[in-house]
């Protein structure tokens, strides 16, 4: 017989066997008191009612890392790897957009290139977090930066042009 699991929010998980159950509560996943629908007739039972489920009178083995007990399944596997609740890096991803920006704002205050490190220190965290939303602000902080070196050429050419023709300058 295979069951589907109900979660708190109504969905269905499944179908899974006895053995595919057992896995569950061994991981926390499953619990004494949740429902569950037979697949062949649909009628509902709770899961301790379930014969050939081994369910810990004194609680789950330790869950993985994120998980709270019956939260829904979708909560937990979000993303492969991952669990609900852990930091995924988009906090990191929304700052190095903000850097981003800034590298493109800030070249005529010479605070571009700082921007654009910001951004890429907060980009390569996100990363590490898994989170691959981090070309976007890496694209913008690059363009910056180049504009801030550009920027700066530009206005060094023109600070030693203006001395060398005896214009002024900084040493006058």
Do not use: H
């Not at 998980?67 to 979708?74: K, L, N």
């Not at 909560?75 to 929304?94: I, L, N, P």
Request: proline share 8%; aromatic share 12%.
């Amino acid at each position: 017989m295979r069951y589907f699991v109900i979660a708190p929010d109504g969905n269905r998980y499944g179908p899974a066997d006895v053995p595919t159950l057992n896995t569950w509560i061994a991981e926390g996943r499953l619990l004494p008191n949740q429902s569950l629908e037979e697949e062949d007739t649909g009628a509902r039972v709770i899961a301790s009612q379930i014969p050939g489920l081994i369910f810990n009178p004194i609680g789950p083995e330790a869950p993985p890392p994120g998980f709270a007990p019956g939260q829904t399944y979708q909560q937990y596997y979000s993303r492969a790897g991952v669990a609900a609740g852990y930091d995924d890096g988009s906090k990191d991803v929304q700052i190095a957009w903000v850097g981003a920006a800034m590298s493109v704002i800030a070249i005529l205050c010479c605070l571009s290139p700082v921007a654009a490190g910001i951004t890429f220190i907060y980009c390569r965290k996100a990363a590490g977090k898994g989170n691959q939303n981090t070309r976007g602000p890496r694209i913008l902080a690059t363009v910056g930066a180049l504009l801030w070196l550009i920027y700066f050429i530009y206005t060094m050419v023109n600070v030693f042009s203006a001395m060398s023709q005896g214009q002024g300058g900084f040493f006058n």
